[in-house]
């Protein structure tokens, strides 16, 4: 996840709007797909992966993107937090 997570992150933080929402919403997608499985309690993988979304809120200069991540980060937390764990 290292190397995707930042090819997409590095995409959402490009000037085309467009190609961003483009690429959280495959985050977005990997996340439910991901997060559906619960973490081992010595683990940290759901943290890593989310961390790309983070980035993304602190890096942008778009309020569209910002927003999106958000609501993108809502919409993922709401379905699967019976299994986030770290």
């Known amino acids: 996840w290292a190397i995707l997570g930042q090819h ?7 000037k085309d709007e467009e ?3 483009y690429a ?15 973490e081992l309690t ?3 993988f759901q943290r890593d992966f989310l961390k790309p979304f ?18 993108c980060l809502t919409q ?3 379905s699967t937090s019976r299994n986030i764990k770290s």
């Open 42 to 44: 010595s683990f940290h």
């Open 24 to 38: 959280i919403d495959a985050m977005r997608q990997l996340a439910f797909k991901f997060l559906e499985k619960d």
């Open 54 to 71: 983070d980035s993304i809120i602190a890096n942008s200069p778009s309020a569209v993107i910002r927003e999106l991540v958000v609501r």
């Open 19 to 21: 190609l961003a929402m």
């Open 8 to 14: 997409f992150q590095s995409v959402a933080l490009r």
């Open 76 to 78: 993922v937390v709401r």
